[in-house]
């Protein structure tokens, strides 16, 4: 036998029946962006490593070490697999002028792509649902999107979820405050690891958020950008404050949340569960308006959030509402090959009607006794088996019989009227 190959590490292939509870969720966010008036977008995995330049920062993580870029050996193109999909999403906006007749609320889903060190709730390839909401400067859709988020953890019957806020202010508050917090960093220059150390002149911010221990003390008591936001944007953080109080979301301050990505400004967010061990984020965001201008766009104000599905799920596991996996209504056993002309065209009309179906096939053994086939019918978790026997064939017939409701009760239908009795295969 040639040698078996494996996926790539870091990736994960996602199989029956834990891939049923993938399409569970993605069902319960489709209505979810329906009933706050989110459309979907589609963005193409790969992208110019300029978007991400760019639109990220060449200081952060991800652009420093965690892209998949690669020169195209067709066209030497410089393209990069999506680490995120803000970016692509923005620049999607700007190349299409989706904004020309005012604001947009878009959402997206699926895979992201990191090199980072693979762990409980860090992969390589990894899932991602976004909403953003583009076009609009008012803390009113930062909160519409932590109330959306929130109606999912619901929905989804999480407990155990709390939401962090923050506000970065604007750049030139910002700026102060850097030059602050690096003259403090510099005072305790004993105390950085190797890490700050390299981060001190390019992102200090990013010190704020080590997981370093030993660094802990120094960092509370590090100037806080709180203290250097202005009028306006105090007043961005309060009404934001004002609408989740008046809906009852409660919510910390958490002054060193600062986010991995240069983009963001005013408001930032992260919903966080202790469940998870350290990997405990589920969903970060903020706003960002500045990054449509900065990849080439027409400036517009917009605020987005980002959910780690692999991480939700996770959750959902532990804590999250039952889940029954999917099986077909019915079963249908074949005992011979000649009845499959007759059986794939009924099983057609039931599905047609709505039925789910699942036919009996030969393995590389054959078809099977009856009985093996009742068996499988059982395993399927069918609450009725078709029996398309020749006795049957030979009536224009096939037995219905319960396999569920401990009454084994078995009844005869006519093949051509399949239509006419779908339903009962239904309740
Ligand atoms: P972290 O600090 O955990 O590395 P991040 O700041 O890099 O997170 P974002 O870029 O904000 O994460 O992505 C949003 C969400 O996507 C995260 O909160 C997390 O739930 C999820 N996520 C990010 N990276 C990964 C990964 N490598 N594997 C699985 N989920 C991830
Ligand atoms: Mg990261």
């Known amino acids: 036998m040639a040698e078996k190959l494996s996926a790539v590490k870091g990736m994960n292939d996602i199989l029956p029946p834990e891939s049923a509870r993938w399409e569970w969720l993605e069902d319960k966010v489709r209505g979810l962006m329906a009933r706050y008036a989110y459309r979907n977008v589609r963005t193409p995995i790969l992208e110019h490593t300029q978007l991400f330049v760019r639109g990220l920062g060449e200081v952060t993580d991800i652009v420093e070490k965690e892209m998949y870029s690669f020169e195209d050996r067709l066209n030497g193109e410089h393209l990069t697999l999506r680490p995120e999909n803000t970016a692509g999403l923005v620049r999607a906006v700007a190349e299409h002028s989706l904004l020309y007749d005012g604001g947009k609320r878009l959402y997206y889903m699926g895979p992201m792509f990191r090199h980072e060190r693979p762990q409980r709730g860090r992969y390589r390839q990894f899932h991602q649902i976004g909403a953003e909401a583009l076009g609009f400067a008012g803390p009113d859709v930062d909160a519409e999107l932590i109330l959306l988020a929130d109606a999912l953890w619901k929905e989804l019957g999480l407990a155990d979820v709390r939401l962090e806020i923050n506000s970065l202010g604007q750049p030139a508050e910002r700026r102060q405050h850097r030059a602050a917090l690096i003259a403090y960093l510099e005072q305790h220059a004993d105390l950085l690891d190797e890490d700050a150390k390299r981060r001190l002149h390019s992102n200090p911010l990013r010190i704020l958020d ?3 221990p030993a660094m802990q003390a120094m960092v509370e008591g590090a100037p806080r950008l ?10 961005h953080f309060d009404g934001l404050k004002a609408m989740l109080e008046a809906n009852g979301i409660a919510y910390r301050i958490n002054p060193r949340l600062v986010r991995g990505l240069d983009y963001y400004n005013l408001s930032v967010f992260e919903f966080v569960t202790d469940r998870l061990g350290s990997q405990g984020t589920i969903c970060a965001g903020g706003r960002y308006d500045d990054l449509i201008g900065q990849i080439g766009g027409k400036p517009a104000p917009a605020v987005g959030w980002a959910i780690g599905v692999e991480r939700v799920l996770e959750l959902v596991k532990e804590q999250g509402a039952a889940f029954d996996a999917p099986a077909p209504d019915a079963y249908a056993v074949v005992p011979d090959a000649a009845a499959f002309p007759a059986a794939l065209k009924t099983l057609q009309v039931l599905r047609a009607a709505g039925v789910a179906v699942q036919m009996h096939a030969a393995s590389a053994d054959g078809l099977g006794s009856m009985k093996s086939q009742f068996k499988k019918a059982d395993a399927s978790g069918a609450r009725h088996a078709l029996v398309f026997g020749a006795d049957e064939l030979a009536a224009g017939e096939v037995t219905v019989k319960a396999l569920r ?23």
């Open 405 to 427: 409701d401990g009454s084994g009760a078995q009844q005869r239908q006519p093949l051509a009227d399949a239509a006419g009795w779908a339903g009962i295969l239904k309740s």
């Open 210 to 212: 080590t997981k370093n």
């Open 226 to 235: 709180i203290d250097f936001l202005g009028a306006e944007s105090l007043a």
